[in-house]
């Protein structure tokens, strides 16, 4: 269980400037395609699993509360059930997130794949992290992007461990296009696939090469004009980077045709988020988005003492 950092007097003072920065910078960060806007500060934070640090992770109070906290990009993590539906959860397993151990004891492993989509609408995925969200839902894909078209926020979209869902790239857009997520506006400005798979990275580019792709891993210097071919951003673990790759990274250009971006995981804390900023990241993927906002939001104003 997370608990939110208590909020310093500094907060009221900021409480404005990351509503309106925050909403105005990631807007500037969000299409691709624009030019940049300088002087405002960066860079974009991505609330990873919605606001995970303070809701259950993946479910649909998660992103609600992110959109609460005035964050526009949402980042969540899709695998198939037996029956074919698409799910937002991040193990293979439900039995971390879940009360299937309870409502199914005789099913382990709890694998993803050994369970309906009408079984696992029946367990409590909020009861985990607090009583308070008892009775939350592991989401469809479906319903996912419903609640995210509903509060306008923006997706950062993981498939997940796609060696055990043979197909799986393929059955996403489906369902994003039958959602409204493949048109020109959405592709431009409010969706990004990642991986950490080359090949579905790689397939999802040759399905739909008008997508924003990302590839999640830190590759060799050496080897990053290889992803450049098919995916626009290189999206590490903040520990493996230093400010020489992710400028190697900003040097090469993508499959778009523009310099390649740098989205780093999983920052909570503002020492951290600093220090990437620091290194030249484009995003910032993060369980607690308000703490890294105010991180990086204090050095573009001038008021690194307030977001300590």
Do not use: C
């Amino acid at each position: 269980m997370y608990v939110r950092p208590a909020a310093a007097a500094a907060a009221a003072f900021l409480g404005l400037t990351l509503t309106a920065l925050s909403g105005t910078a990631q807007a500037a960060a969000a299409d691709p395609g624009a030019p940049g806007a300088p002087g405002l500060p960066g860079p974009v934070v991505y609330a990873h699993r919605g606001a995970s640090a303070y809701a259950p992770e993946n479910t649909l109070a998660s992103i609600d509360l992110a959109m609460r906290l005035g964050f526009d990009w949402v980042e969540n993590d899709v695998q198939r059930t037996k029956d074919g539906e698409l799910v937002v959860i991040h193990d293979d397993t439900l039995a971390r997130t879940t009360d299937v151990e309870q409502a199914f004891p005789d099913r382990k492993p709890w694998r993803v794949k050994d369970f309906t989509a009408a079984e696992i609408a029946t367990l409590d995925a909020g009861s985990w992290f607090d009583a308070s969200f008892a009775g939350a839902r592991v989401p469809t894909l479906r319903e996912y992007l419903d609640r995210v078209q509903r509060n306008r926020q923006r997706l950062l979209l993981e498939i997940k461990k796609p060696e055990l869902y043979p197909g799986i790239e393929e059955q996403t857009l489906h369902v994003l296009d039958e959602e409204g997520w493949l048109d020109r506006d959405h592709v431009r400005r409010r969706l990004v696939v990642q991986s950490f798979s080359t090949d579905s990275v790689r397939t999802v580019h040759g399905l739909r090469p008008d997508l924003v792709t990302a590839f999640l891993g830190t590759p060799a210097v050496a080897d990053l004009p290889k992803y450049a071919a098919f995916t626009d951003r290189i999206n590490p673990w903040h520990t493996t980077i230093s400010a020489d790759w992710v400028s190697a990274v900003h040097g090469l250009r993508g499959a778009h045709g523009r310099a390649m971006e740098v989205d780093t995981w999983i920052v909570d804390d503002a020492v951290t988020a600093r220090k990437v900023q620091g290194m030249g990241v484009d995003g910032i993927i993060t369980n607690a988005p308000d703490v890294v906002q105010r991180a990086v939001i204090g050095i573009g104003l001038g008021l690194g003492a307030f977001a300590r």
